[in-house]
């Protein structure tokens, strides 16, 4: 499976830049694939902002999706 950027279809890479739906931006820094067919797996990013938070979140957060 390949994670990719819905509105280009380009594989997502760790180091990529992504933003959110909000428009906040972050670094990718791994992903977790899905474990079974009705989920969605996972997306490890550090949020580029004071802080520097890294979380978790559902692909669909910043746009992206798996593929086969």
């Known amino acids: 499976m390949r994670l990719i ?3 280009t279809g380009e594989e997502v890479k760790v180091g990529n830049i992504a933003h959110d739906f909000n428009g906040h931006a972050a670094i990718v820094t791994g992903w977790a694939l899905p474990r079974h067919e009705g989920s969605t797996g996972r997306v490890y990013v550090k949020e580029m902002n004071e ?3 890294t979380g978790e ?3 669909s957060v910043y746009g ?3 593929v086969d």
């Open 64 to 66: 992206m999706k798996w």
């Open 51 to 53: 802080q520097g938070f």
């Open 57 to 59: 979140y559902y692909p």
């Open 5 to 7: 950027k819905e509105s």
